[in-house]
T-cell receptor, first 113, second 113 residues
Framework: DQQVKQNSPSLSVQEGRISILNCDYT??????FLWYKKYPAEGPTFLIS?????DKNEDGRFTVFLNKSAKHLSLHIVPSQPGDSAVYFC????????????FGTGTRLKVLA | DAGITQSPRYKITETGRQVTLMCHQT?????MFWYRQDLGHGLRLIYY???????DKGEVPDGYVVSRSKTENFPLTLESATRSQTSVYFC????????????FGAGTRLSVL
């Protein structure tokens, strides 16, 4: 049973436009969420996170929104750049304070020049 | 160069052989993790370690063995490789802070023939 779901395996966006990547979760006990970015032949790298006490966290061109009632989070990239083309994973600690992450299946973003 | 390194980067082996994947980090992070990445499954935790000589199972531990005699090393052994263990394996480490950020190695692509 996937506790963290990314239902869109891929997304294509024009350079300069907004990219929106979505993630749904089933466990209402999750209290912290992270996004990782992965380029081919490299390991994932941390991008941005959000605590469940917030509904938004922003870092430069990247903003993560959390809707707890819908058990949904989204990552917005504005403006999108070709260098943003990568696979994006959302993740959550399995239980509060644990270091065991549950990852989504990833969304491959392609930003077209 | 400081960081987390995995070796080998690529490995081809045969069914039934024993294989060890190496992971070394120079940050003195307490926590270390092994994941496998497969299409349609994202990243799944195999084993993790909270400190030297302390290890615990993740989601998919069957067929794998780990050890952690030194803080900086966390080898993963496939005792008798099977084709279903063909995957990309990632090692990660974490300070264990509140943000729970994990830092990943570049991965080992393993093919079991």
């Amino acid at each position: 049973d996937q506790q963290v779901k990314q239902n869109s395996p891929s997304l294509s966006v024009q350079e300069g436009r907004i990219s929106i990547l979505n993630c749904d979760y089933t466990n209402s006990m999750f209290d912290y969420f992270l996004w990782y970015k992965k380029y081919p032949a490299e390991g994932p790298t941390f991008l941005i996170s959000i605590s469940s006490i917030k509904d938004k966290n922003e870092d430069g061109r990247f903003t993560v929104f959390l809707n707890k009632s819908a058990k949904h989070l989204s990552l917005h990239i504005v403006p999108s750049q070709p260098g943003d083309s990568a696979v994006y994973f959302c993740a959550a600690p399995l239980t509060s304070g644990t270091y065991k992450y549950i990852f989504g299946t990833g969304t491959r973003l392609k930003v077209l020049a | 160069d400081a960081g987390i390194t995995q070796s080998p980067r690529y490995k081809i082996t045969e069914t039934g052989r024993q294989v060890t994947l190496m992971c070394h980090q120079t940050w003195s992070h307490s926590y270390m993790f092994w994941y496998r990445q497969d299409l349609g499954h994202g990243l799944r935790l195999i084993y993790y370690s909270a400190a030297a000589d302390i290890t615990d199972k993740g989601e998919v531990p069957d067929g794998y063995v780990v050890s952690r005699s030194k803080t900086e090393n966390f080898p993963l052994t496939l005792e008798s490789a099977t084709r279903s263990q063909t995957s990309v394996y990632f090692c990660a480490s974490s300070r264990g802070t509140v943000k729970n950020i994990q830092y990943f190695g570049a991965g080992t692509r393993l093919s079991v023939l």
